[in-house]
Each structure stands twice: as structure tokens, then as C-alpha cells.
């Protein structure tokens, strides 16, 4: 794609430099979109965690936890379970920056999907937007140049899998008419 320098803006968008100008990348929903198809391709590796996460689920999320506990293993996501209500994950999808209130929200969010918590794609979703780099992470020149690449190797570049824009272009004769040199 020939873009050979990124910056990161208020540690939540992404410029590159292109031939024809810059484009504008959401850090966040890009992730989100290289997750989501790695997940419905079933493309994910999973990294074992140094410090597993202990998980006492309400009996709601307990519910939730039975229903998707298979899809989510499928995803990437390993559990062991102690008692009841405790869980423990001991790996996650690689590539996750997650910490443990985002893995704590996961069953919370998972509930909201009511009966479509059977559909793969919709789980993925859930799971893609949780696992996903932030708005205020900062990355290195190196994070953001992998990011861009796993991005443009997907189908779908362009929108996050809830249909927000993911890029905006900005070409030279653009940001020159913004500029009245046109």
C-alpha cells in the first residue's frame, strides 16, 4: 500500500501518508474489524495468559457463560471452571488488549444480545469490540505499520463490524481546495 509514515493523533487515530495524500485510521474500529474477521475465519491463535483471570459470574452471567462458553472456546477464549460460579480464563485470542473489567463486561454485554447470543457473528462482534487496541492507547511506529497491514488484508477495510467508517482519504487536491489553492 506504500505508506511509509504513520502518527498517531491524541493516541486514538492513525495517519499515514500516501502517494495521493493521508488517510485517517480509528485505531480502535480497525482493530476491531482485523479481530472480527479473524474470528469468523476461524484464524485465531490463542496465548496462554501469565496471570489467569478469576471470574465470579452472577447467576445471570452464569446463564450466559453456559450458553456461549462453547462459541467462545471456538473464539479463542479457554476457561476452567472451579465452582458454580467461578471461572477462571487461563488464554486469550493473541493479539487481545484486553485487561480484566473489559473480560468482566464481556457476559454483561452478552446478555444484551438475548436470544441472538446463539448467532457466531453477533458474539463476534462483542468479542471483537472488547479485544480491540482502545482510543487513547498509545502505540508504537511499528504497532500502528501492523495494524495498518492486518487491516488492508481484510475484506472489508472500510467499516467495523457494527458499520461505522474505519478510514477516511484525503487526497492532495482535496486538502488543497480546503486550503483555496484550487
Not at 138 to 147: F, I, K
Request: proline content about 3%; some cysteine.
Amino acid at each position: 500500500h506504500g505508506y511509509d509514515e504513520f502518527w498517531q493523533l491524541h493516541n486514538t487515530y492513525i495517519l499515514a501518508q500516501t502517494k495521493s495524500g493521508v488517510i485517517i485510521v480509528d485505531q480502535h474500529v480497525a482493530h476491531e474489524r482485523v479481530i472480527y474477521e479473524a474470528i469468523m475465519k476461524e484464524r485465531v491463535q490463542s496465548q496462554r495468559l501469565l496471570f489467569p483471570i478469576t471470574l465470579e459470574l452472577s447467576p445471570e452471567e452464569q446463564v450466559v457463560y453456559e450458553k456461549t462458553k462453547h462459541i467462545l472456546e471456538e473464539m479463542g477464549i479457554e476457561f476452567k471452571e472451579f465452582s458454580a460460579r467461578t471461572v477462571v480464563i487461563d488464554s486469550l485470542p493473541v493479539g487481545f488488549r484486553i485487561n480484566r473489567e473489559e473480560i468482566a463486561g464481556l457476559f454483561g454485554e452478552l446478555i444484551e444480545l438475548g436470544d441472538l447470543i446463539q448467532e457466531k457473528s453477533k458474539v463476534a462482534v462483542v468479542l471483537a469490540c472488547r479485544g480491540a487496541i482502545k482510543a487513547g492507547q498509545r502505540l508504537s511506529t511499528e504497532e500502528m505499520q501492523a495494524l495498518i497491514d492486518q487491516l488492508f488484508a481484510t475484506g472489508n477495510p472500510y467499516t467495523c463490524p457494527h458499520g461505522r467508517p474505519i478510514v477516511i482519504k484525503w487526497t492532495i487536491e482535496d486538502l488543497a481546495h480546503k486550503f483555496g489553492r484550487s
